[in-house]
């Protein structure tokens, strides 16, 4: 079984979703967690599921479009529980729904770009000056099979936002490598959470399926298992890749 045990581990956006699939496997993993997101009765019900079980945790609400309220969660991070070792910048999303091009009105595209590829940008720049000088580090980033290829599903600045991620996290890679620090990305599709599982009616649902090769939806705990093996040291000759987790969607 990886690792983490006493690793400090902040999974930004873990209040819901992949997020917090991600936060309850390391914290079985032995990790100390960071829930994170805006809504804090959500992250309560993280941090509460964490505790119960024998893990470690604690909450940290900020908007991770703003540097300021990185930095300032950052701080209450350090005094809380030490520096960061591990970092997912999961938070984000799509603002925006599937359209042509030229129905993408200029905040719609800035919303998009803001909530992934600059979300993304600034919270590895609050965290990564500490990894360089501790000289280690995790660093796993989340894209989307958006970003792998044109599709019509696909809202065109979330997946141009996403795809930027994958580039900024092979660039981290480069650039932070000879500190000690490894820097990868995974590009989920089709991962049912509770934000869209009730919201897709049965004809849809069987369809979206039948899209998949495996034949079935993913879950939070397929990310997770992921993000647990590139947090870890099995996977210390890893960086700078892009892990599709997306039940063979992108090869059709
Ligand atoms: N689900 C999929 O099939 C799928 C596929 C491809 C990629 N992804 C990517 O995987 C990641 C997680 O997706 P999900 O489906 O788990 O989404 P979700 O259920 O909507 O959860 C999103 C999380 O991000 C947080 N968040 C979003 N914007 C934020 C901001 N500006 N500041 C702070 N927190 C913010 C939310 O916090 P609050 O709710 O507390 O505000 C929440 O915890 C996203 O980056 C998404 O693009 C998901």
Partial sequence: MSDLNGKVALVTGSSRGIGAGIAKEFARHGAKVVV?????????????????????????????????????MRGKVERAFGPIDVLVANAGGTPIKPSPLEEISEDGWHAS??????????????????????????????????????????????????AGIELLTKDVAAQAGPYGIRANCIAPEGIRTEQNADLLPTAVLEQLIEQHPL?????????????????????SWITGIVVDIAGGAVLV
């Fill in 36 to 72: 994170h997101g805006r809504d804090t009765a959500a992250m309560s019900a993280v941090r509460a599921e964490i505790e119960q079980a024998g893990g470690q945790a604690i909450q940290v609400a900020a908007d991770v479009t703003s540097f300021a309220e990185i930095e300032d």
């Fill in 113 to 162: 770009v803001d909530a992934n590829l600059t979300a993304t940008f600034l919270t590895i720049k609050s965290v990564l000056p500490g990894m360089k000088e501790r000289g280690s580090g995790a660093i796993i980033t989340i894209s989307s099979a958006a970003a792998r290829r044109p599709h019509p599903g696909s809202p065109i600045a979330y997946a141009a936002a996403k």
């Fill in 215 to 235: 034949r079935r939806l993913g879950t939070p705990e397929d990310i997770a298992r992921a993000a647990v093996f590139l947090a870890s040291a099995d996977s």
